[in-house]
């Protein structure tokens, strides 16, 4: 089983930049695929990042190019890199280990493993 806590989120002005990080515990934490999601109130939680074991990352599209995903093995945590970040980017951040083989489909809720952190909350002000 693998256990996350979430970090970095904060309140920051649209076009800032955030930094989000997910310690995680749990001796098969390098065996899974690991992704962020997001939740807004009212709305559906969607993935926004993924990166699978060995590097390979993919990201929704409405955060390509502003987004990084990175892992630190040696450390079993993960980031979130957040740029040129808009208000629509507001939401309670969650990482997650998923059940997929590789990143197809990592975006995808509905594949996380265990439960959900508590997450982080990220406020973009216009």
């Known amino acids: 089983q693998v256990q996350l806590v979430e970090s970095g989120g904060g309140s920051v002005q649209a076009g800032g930049s955030l930094r989000l990080s997910c310690a995680a515990s749990g001796s098969t934490y390098s065996r899974y695929c690991m992704s962020w999601f997001r939740q807004t109130p009212g709305k559906e939680r969607e993935g926004v990042a993924a990166i699978d074991i060995d590097g390979t990352t993919t990201y929704a599209d409405s955060v390509k190019g502003r987004f990084t995903i990175s892992k630190d093995n040696a450390k079993n945590t993960l980031y979130l890199q957040m740029n040129s970040l808009k208000p629509e980017d507001t939401g309670m951040y969650y990482c997650?280990?998923?059940?997929?083989?590789?990143?197809?489909?990592?975006?995808?809720?509905?594949?996380?493993?265990?439960?959900w952190g508590q997450g982080t909350l990220v406020t973009v002000s216009s």
């Open positions: 997650a280990a998923v059940d997929t083989a590789g990143v197809s489909g990592a975006l995808d809720p509905r594949n996380h493993l265990d439960t």
